[in-house]
């Protein structure tokens, strides 16, 4: 398995502001997803990361609240826009290394507490 | 929309108890993923079922696939400390698409020692 490296590992932020979460993966890898895990809760679905292109975001989800980049096959961002504390949440960076739908790799996680 | 639940929501058990959590969706699944995820950890892969009625074991931990690839479970012989975490079953609709993945509210595991 490769490292995946994801910061910052926790914040805390002021409403109004925005948070710009990194995702390194140190090899390449075909499918980038950004998780979404509240405290005591299941995980849900942000968006897929495409490289080159604009990522696919799941029902309830926006871009221009979660603005997400993927320049390159081992890189990824994924930005909260404009937070409020219903945003407060551990973000997830996972990878499918071979995009066949095997298992995924997770990031360590972003604990994220807006005030 | 499609779910897949997931009991029990939390277990205590005693260290040497045996422990099960189950997982029924409403529709038919292409495949399940098994993860766990210790306390303040991510989640880590465990295992992936393919087929109707498959049964896999990794040392005291043993997974079923339901012959309707509806339910799927995950039992674990003997508990130890180490077993403490929250198990997440994840099933798949379509066969290769990790988009599809749908996710089971978890089974937090608590072992007394």
């Known amino acids: 398995s490769a490292v995946i490296s994801q910061k910052p590992s926790r914040d805390i932020c002021q409403r109004g502001t925005s948070l710009t979460i990194q995702c390194q993966v140190d090899?390449?890898?075909?499918?980038m997803f950004w998780y979404r895990q509240q405290p005591g809760q299941s995980l849900t679905l942000i968006a897929t990361?495409?490289?080159?292109?604009?990522?696919?975001?799941e029902s309830g989800f926006v871009i221009d609240k979660f603005p997400i980049s993927r320049p390159n096959l081992t890189f990824s961002t994924l930005t909260v826009s404009n937070m409020s504390p219903e945003d407060s949440s551990i973000y997830l960076c996972?990878?499918?290394?071979?995009?066949?739908?095997?298992?995924?790799?997770f990031g360590s996680g972003t604990q994220l507490s807006v005030l | 929309g499609q779910q897949v639940m997931q009991i029990p929501q939390y277990q205590h058990v005693q260290e040497g108890e045996d422990f099960t959590t189950y997982c029924n969706s409403s529709?038919?699944?292409?495949?399940i993923q098994w993860y766990k995820q210790r306390p303040g950890g991510h989640p880590v892969f465990l295992i992936q079922?393919?087929?109707s009625g498959e049964v896999k074991k990794q040392k005291r931990l043993t997974f079923q696939f339901g012959e309707a690839k509806k339910n799927s479970s995950l039992h674990i012989t003997a508990t130890q400390t180490t077993d403490v975490g929250t198990y997440f079953c994840?099933?798949?609709?379509?066969?290769?698409?990790?988009?599809?993945?749908?996710w089971g509210l978890g089974t937090s595991l608590a072992v007394n020692p």
């Open positions: 529709t038919t699944l292409s495949n």
């Open positions: 996972s990878v499918d290394f071979r995009g066949v739908g095997e298992k995924l790799f």
């Open positions: 079922l393919v087929k």
């Open positions: 090899s390449q890898v075909t499918m």
């Open positions: 990361a495409n490289q080159g292109s604009e990522a696919t975001y």
């Open positions: 994840a099933g798949r609709l379509v066969a290769g698409n990790n988009r599809k993945l749908i």
